[in-house]
C-alpha cells in the first residue's frame, strides 16, 4: 500500500512540473534559467523568441 502512495505523490509532483514547463513555454519564458540577453540565442525558447521579434 505504501508503494501506491509513494507512486502516486511521485507522479503528482512530476504532473505538476511538466504543466509549469509547459506554461512557461506558453508564456514565452526561456528554459535555460537566464534571461535570453545572457544565453546569446542557444536557448529554444531564446531562438523562437528572437524569430518573433525579426
Avoid: N, R
Amino acid at each position: 500500500m505504501a508503494d501506491w502512495i509513494i507512486g502516486i505523490i511521485i507522479a503528482a509532483a512530476v504532473t505538476a512540473v511538466v504543466a509549469k514547463k509547459v506554461k512557461d513555454i506558453k508564456a514565452g519564458k526561456s528554459g535555460c534559467g537566464c534571461g535570453c540577453s545572457g544565453c546569446g540565442g542557444s536557448c529554444p525558447g531564446c531562438v523562437s523568441s528572437e524569430e518573433k521579434t525579426h
